[in-house]
């Protein structure tokens, strides 16, 4: 017999090529078995059988018959339908030869088992909804898999399974449900992943953890941790940890309900605010997750668990939400008041009045155009949260159910506010900006850019990031809305521009705190546009010639023949140090929203000025950790001479400034028409810096980057630097698309000739 006729399967039978025998979530887990992925063994009751169980028992025309009058749009009728419906389901006989077959694979699996539900209608890279019909954890004995099984059948007519089917337009008794039976793995962590940002599709891996059992993450029952990890080097680029009160744990000796089987316990003192995986365990966990990508060739939402040492794969989907990704940017709503903070979940900006639903029976209290306050969502608010303007939770992280289906439907959302459903009042006018985790009073208005192309280009993913370089506020919205990874040159001397007054002379004038907040105000205007992906800010490199004309410049900047070789960079930061703590205490007040900011210190002559000026920002606080990153340039030829003392310093990245390093090589001033056309960054004696500079990078472990013009104007010298193995290149603008082709091309090459 052909296995698409048969009743019942094994793991290992099946494939992703399976769905309409197995469905989604039974196609996947076999696919990851014959992967070589760590999956707990199990076998799949297939949709074969359920066919079989609805033509023996009579129940077709029955069920056909009850949904026949229904309005998946009527709340309370659509609760009716699916009572009676399951009712019909669970109370039916089920055929002995299938019965018989699950009792005979049980007993060859033995123990407990968690069963699940695998409808042909999820977990597809078009639409998920996942968690629409019923899991039963912890089962044990023949009999009460048996039973666990038709419950699962009798789940097919949840009301938000009904509800998504009439709204996907799917035919209710063409849809089959197939049953997972799994291994239980007792889960002392446990939690999901996604191999893509699902709120920007930066090419990090999140990782949300629980103590126990990984339900109360999707339910938004818990509030989990949530580590952010850099896919290309594996480097844990964040870390949020959350005090967890208590866990859900298999109850002793229970019933196969899911309610009856597991129980919360309380954490003992010394665990509530503990890490809940080790870091070791998350670069384990996000190498799987990229194996797991790169095996489907699609980004992944994956759950996991681990128990003893061991970690293990029990689902993976496509993620689904990545198209809505970077739709809308909203420009600025900085004088709205903010009643709560939570996670932003889902981007957008949605205004209404708000209404606190406490239970999933008052969803119809739910008006179009209002705000859904919960302390949680579940499947069941799916019509809510449809008719919703914006939606907010007390819990929750954003890979929780109320975050994922906020996404797929497109509207905004935060969660894990802790307080909404105390803090916010029935009626109130409030604003939901998805996009920054914030809820604002009253209707806040903002201009809202959505980037429109005709015929957008597919993104081409490069290990290589591809960076901009920028300077001016206004180009910082819609150059976020491009295929790239960050700023890897964010400019200051256009904001000190705007400014137009020297700091020293703004300091004289007890006016520093002017600057600090004019310059935050621009900082934040990149920061915001561009967030979580890197912003790297190039502190104040101006000359002694450009600050002169600035008002007041002339009362403080002597004259020099050779500004270029003057007095700036580095060397003012560790004379000027009250200057720098302006230009510091800016960085910070914009990390305290947004940590994605990031320093990078220009013209560094000597090892032991560049370990001064380190000093200076650790003294005012600006230490490098996970989320804080301190870059240099690398300009002059000591740097390349010394990189390997610079390094010892601590930097954890370098970015060639291409432009000021070959003119000091080749002993030319850029500037000099007589000498057009001399000044190449092409030159055999550059290109030799610029290697040694990045395998020397490379060796140490340290990011790698170049933010000169020579990558915007040769294509040949990119080519080089992805050979030697930059991490990163940084262009202009208008190099963008074209820059990240090259990337790819010369990437795919050197797979293809790789040893």
Partial sequence: ???????????????????????????????????????????IVTTVSYFKFLEDSGLREQIEEILQPLDTNNGEQLHRVSAEIKDLITNADMPQDIADEIREAYSKLGGLVAVRSSATAE????????????????????????AAVQGCWASLFEPRAIFYRGEQGLDHLNVGIAVPVQKMIQSEVSGVMFTVDPLTNEETITIEAVYGLGETIVSGELTPDHYLVSKDAFEILEKQIVAQEWQLVKKPEAGRSAEETNVRLSLSDDMKGKQKLSDDDIIALAKLGTKIEEHYKFPQDIEWAKEGDELYIVQTRPVTTTRLAREERIEDISEATVLLSGSPASPGLGSGPVRIVSDPSKINEVREGDVLVAEMTTPDFVPAMKRAAGIVTDRGGRTCHAAIVSRELGIPCVVGTGSATRDLKPEQEVTVDGSQGKVYEGMVTAKVTSPTVSAPKAAVKTRTKLYVNLAEPELAEVTAARDVDGVGLLRAEFMISEIGEHPRYMLKEARGEEFTSRLADGLTTFARAFNPRPVVYRTTDFKTNEYRHLKGGDEYEEYEENPMLGYRGCSRYIREVDIFKLEIEAVKRVREDYNNLWVMIPFVRTVSEFAEAKKVLAAEGLHRSRDFKLWMMVEVPSNVFLINSFLDVGIDGISIGSNDLTQLIMGIDRDNEKFEGYVDERDEAVLIALEKVVRAATVRGVTSSICGQAPSDFPEITEKLVEWGITSVSVNRDRIDETRDIIATVEQRLAKTAP
Avoid: Y
């Fill in 1 to 43: 017999m052909g296995k698409d006729k048969k009743g019942l399967v094994w793991f290992e039978d099946v494939n992703k090529k399976d769905l309409s025998l197995v469905g989604g979530k039974g196609a996947n887990l076999g696919e990851l078995t014959k992967a070589g992925i760590p999956v707990p063994p199990g076998f």
């Fill in 123 to 146: 977990d597809l890279p078009e639409a998920s909804f996942a968690g629409q019909q019923r899991t039963f954890l912890n089962s044990q004995g023949e009999d009460e898999v048996v």
